[in-house]
Structure formats: C-alpha cells, structure tokens
C-alpha cells in the first residue's frame, strides 16, 4: 500500500529515522527506569517503542529488494544487461558484513563489562544463588550492556542507511516507464527464441 501512496525513496528514509529514533528511545527509557521494565507502564511503552523500531526495520529491508529490482531494471533499460546477481550478492554481502561488525561489537561491549571467562561464571553462580537479574546491583553493568546492544549500535546502522539513499535518483515515475519498456524489451526476446 505504502509503494502505490509514496515515493520508495521517501518511505525508506522515514522508516529508517523513526527506527533509529525508537532504536535511541530503548535505551534512553532503560536509563530511565532500569528496575522498573516490568511495571505495566513501562513495559507499554518498551513494547510500542520495540514495534516502531521493529516495523521500520522491516519496511527498511523490504524497501532495499524492491529498490534493488528497480536498479536492475534501469540497467537493463539503459544497457540492456540485467545484473541480477551481482547486484544482489551485493545485498548478500552487506547483511554478512552487518552481522560481522555486530558480532565484533557484542564482543566488545561485553568484555568492556566483563562478562568474559571467569565474569561469565560469576553471573552464574549468583544466578545459581537465588540473585535476581532485575534487582542485584552486580548485574547492573549486564544489564546496561544489554539494552546498549539491542538499541544504540541498531539506531546508528538505520540512521546511517539514510545516506546511500542521498545518491539514489530512480523516481517512481521514471521506473514505471522503465519497467514497461523492459517488459516489453522481454516479450519481444521470448517471441525470437
């Protein structure tokens, strides 16, 4: 619905600033409550906050295939090559690059914390112990770890994605024309085979 009402364009940088901008609040709503996310409130408002971030995430990689597609389609109407693969083994690439940088990041804030080697194994004998996750003090730099990863590094990669798409200069008008050129383009190589 949102692809017949809006410019591709337009809708993926929108829903990239308000998934970063719900990403950020994760983490701003921890600092503010850290012992109180189990409260009805506050867990209403992480479970809105969580499906903003989460549907722009979404709308985000749905809109990078459909865009992607137009790309290849303006190829093949400008050069008549349609590089399906390469451009999307770029795509491939990127999301194992992400998933790389986000692994090397985890690692990081999680040795900054101490929650490595002989850390882990504290954690689980107060575990163990009876100590509680949401109450004990010696959590507290877990704690914040946690919603660090699940917000900010997040919020930085979607506000981010709005600057490739500074240089992306394919509207919706253009690729309607274009895509019925290359249908036809393709009827036409079929009938001579």
């Given at each position: 619905m949102l692809?017949?009402k809006f410019?591709?364009?337009?809708?993926?940088?929108i829903?990239s600033?308000?998934?970063?901008i719900a990403?950020?609040?994760?983490?701003?709503?921890?600092k503010?409550a850290?012992?109180k996310?189990?409260?009805?409130l506050?867990?209403a408002?992480c479970c809105?906050v969580?499906?903003?971030?989460?549907?722009?995430?979404g709308?985000?990689?749905?809109?990078?295939s459909v865009?992607?597609?137009d790309t290849?389609?303006?190829e093949?109407?400008?050069?008549g090559?349609?590089?399906?693969?390469?451009?999307?083994?770029?795509?491939?690439?990127c999301?194992?690059?992400?998933?790389g940088?986000?692994a090397l990041i985890?690692?990081?804030?999680y040795?900054v914390?101490?929650?490595?080697?002989?850390?882990?194994e504290?954690v689980n004998a107060l575990?163990?112990?009876?100590?509680?996750?949401k109450a004990d003090?010696?959590?507290?730099p877990?704690?914040?770890?946690?919603?660090?990863?699940?917000?900010?590094p997040p919020?930085?990669?979607?506000?981010l994605?709005v600057?490739?798409m500074?240089h992306?200069?394919?509207p919706d008008?253009n690729?309607?024309?274009c895509?019925k050129?290359?249908v036809?383009a393709?009827?036409?190589?079929?009938?001579?085979k």
């Amino acid at each position: 619905m949102l692809v017949k009402k809006f410019e591709k364009k337009k809708v993926y940088n929108i829903s990239s600033i308000a998934s970063g901008i719900a990403f950020a609040l994760i983490f701003v709503i921890y600092k503010l409550a850290p012992n109180k996310l189990d409260q009805p409130l506050w867990l209403a408002i992480c479970c809105v906050v969580f499906t903003i971030a989460a549907a722009g995430m979404g709308i985000v990689n749905v809109y990078q295939s459909v865009m992607i597609a137009d790309t290849i389609d303006y190829e093949e109407y400008e050069h008549g090559i349609r590089p399906d693969g390469v451009f999307f083994a770029g795509q491939s690439f990127c999301t194992k690059l992400n998933s790389g940088i986000a692994a090397l990041i985890q690692g990081i804030v999680y040795s900054v914390v101490g929650f490595s080697g002989e850390g882990v194994e504290k954690v689980n004998a107060l575990l163990e112990a009876g100590a509680s996750f949401k109450a004990d003090p010696a959590f507290e730099p877990y704690r914040m770890a946690m919603f660090f990863l699940c917000s900010i590094p997040p919020a930085i990669g979607m506000l981010l994605s709005v600057l490739p798409m500074l240089h992306y200069d394919l509207p919706d008008k253009n690729m309607q024309r274009c895509s019925k050129s290359c249908v036809s383009a393709a009827r036409r190589r079929r009938t001579r085979k």
